[in-house]
């Protein structure tokens, strides 16, 4: 009789501790690139399942700081589910319930990644008999395993730009001309104009002369026949 009674107080125990210990069953979320500043990239959420009576009909994700609903674009998702907007910071996918016992799986696109150390993303996930499981704590360094933990991946850090030379860039400005001595190019050909034009005047004066000294003799020359 004590050994049925020890049995039972240890299944009772055993269920206590089942119902007050957190669900094996949580989200999963994991990125691609999972790299800081990443642009365009893959989300991927499993929601498993943990109701045996009723499938997921709905998953609405949290983004944190740096990542807007507007950046999220629905790539792959249940059949007939749908992403709405829910809030600002928040989106939702949702549709027909699954069957029961499968796991509720979409993906989207993130436009740009925050560069930060890691990123939490904090689910509500809804059956299709109205029970929500909300996964929204975040990990920390005082509750490193929370009992319903929000996915957190943790980001590479976003790789180092090579820092750019500037080139020497030379100064536009005409520079001065060099300042000089010598004559200007027209002067020669002035120069040379006047030496020929005191060439012609002494060929001229030196015919003249001649006309004269010839004149001369002619008239010396009749004067002589006269007398």
């Known amino acids: ?8 107080a240890l ?4 269920a206590t ?7 094996w069953a949580h989200t999963d979320a994991k990125l691609t690139p999972a790299r800081a500043g ?10 498993e399942a943990e109701s045996r009576t009723a499938g997921t009909t709905s998953v609405q994700v949290y983004l944190p700081e740096g990542i807007a609903a507007s950046d999220i674009t629905l790539l792959k998702a249940p059949p007939g589910w749908k992403l709405s907007t829910t809030t600002p910071n928040s989106y939702t996918v949702a549709g027909p319930a699954v069957p029961v016992g499968q796991d509720a799986e979409h993906q989207v696109r993130v436009r740009q990644l925050p560069n930060t150390a890691q990123v939490s993303f904090k689910i509500l996930q809804k059956y299709g008999d109205g ?7 975040v990990p920390s360094s005082a509750n490193p395993e929370p009992a319903n933990p929000a996915p957190t991946v943790k980001l590479a850090a976003a790789p180092t730009a090579a820092p750019s030379s500037s080139p020497t860039v030379e100064s536009s400005s005409p520079s001065a001309p060099p300042a000089t001595d010598a004559p200007v190019t027209a002067a020669p050909a002035a120069s040379t104009q006047a030496d020929a034009d005191n060439s012609g005047m002494l060929v001229l004066l030196a015919g003249v ?7 001369a003799g002619i008239v010396v020359a009749l004067r002589r026949r006269r007398s």
């Open 17 to 23: 501790v089942t119902a007050a210990s957190p669900a």
């Open 131 to 137: 029970r929500i499981d909300r996964w929204i704590e």
């Open 1 to 8: 009789m004590r050994h049925r009674w020890a049995i039972v």
């Open 11 to 14: 299944a009772a125990a055993a």
């Open 209 to 215: 002369a001649l006309a004269l000294v010839a004149l």
């Open 38 to 47: 990443a642009a365009n990239a893959v989300l991927s959420v499993d929601a």
